[in-house]
């Protein structure tokens, strides 16, 4: 996988908190939560599931037990990251849809 510093700038920005504690913007911050990104992306705990996001076809990573959730585009692109609510969890386990 690889990040595209855009996506992971607006993820870091709006749904760090969702992965961790940051202590500020800088360029540690966001490289240690892209670390926790890709220890959660490497985590054989977490379900992998195929379907889109916003149009986009890609895979889910996701943990039905703490509702964070990542997607990775079809050519191996961070899209973004952030915990699911119940109804966006329980619509990607029906359809692999996230809204």
Known sequence: MTYNDSSVDKAFS???GDFGSYPDGSSNSVNSF???LSSFID???NIQKPGTWWGSEGTHIFNPNTNQWVFI???GT???AFKLSIEQMKHLLETGVVK
Request: proline share 7%; charged share 35%; glycine share 0%.
């Open 14 to 16: 709006k749904h760090s």
């Open 34 to 36: 892209k670390n926790d």
């Open 43 to 45: 985590n054989p705990d």
């Open 73 to 75: 585009n079809s050519d």
């Open 78 to 80: 961070f899209n973004t």
